[in-house]
């Protein structure tokens, strides 16, 4: 089993700044992937960004590129999502999420974490 716990949430004003933190307990593997989603009020869960714990590739919702910044800390097996230039529309829970494939797709995260709110302030 996988533990996640996320960290980090609040609220900001627009044009601000969160950094998100997912720290990862339990079965971890060098070869396993990190997934940041969201979910709004209303609406599904939303894909944001996600990285291969071993080699470092990131993938990223497009309307986050430029603004978010996901990465890792082998050692403390914690991953982190930067987020700058903070929207409204980014409003929202925030989940981590841990598995084997390099997806944007939910269902092919079997561990999440309990998720962090974020809301922004126009």
């Known amino acids: 089993q996988v533990q996640l716990v996320e960290t980090g949430g609040g609220l900001v004003q627009a044009g601000g700044s969160l950094r998100l933190s997912c720290a990862a307990s339990?079965?971890?593997?060098?070869?396993?992937?990190m997934g940041w989603f969201r979910q709004a009020p209303g609406k599904e869960r939303d894909f944001v960004a996600a990285i291969r714990w071993g080699g470092g590739n990131t993938m990223y919702k497009n309307s986050v590129k430029g603004r978010f910044t996901i990465s890792r800390d082998n050692a403390k097996n914690t991953g982190y999502l930067q987020m700058n230039s903070l929207k409204p529309e980014d409003t929202a829970v925030y989940f981590c999420a841990g598995g084997l494939l390099f997806s944007d797709i939910s269902e092919n995260y079997p561990y999440w974490g309990q998720g962090t709110q974020v809301t922004v302030s126009s």
């Open positions: 339990g079965r971890t593997f060098s070869n396993s992937v």
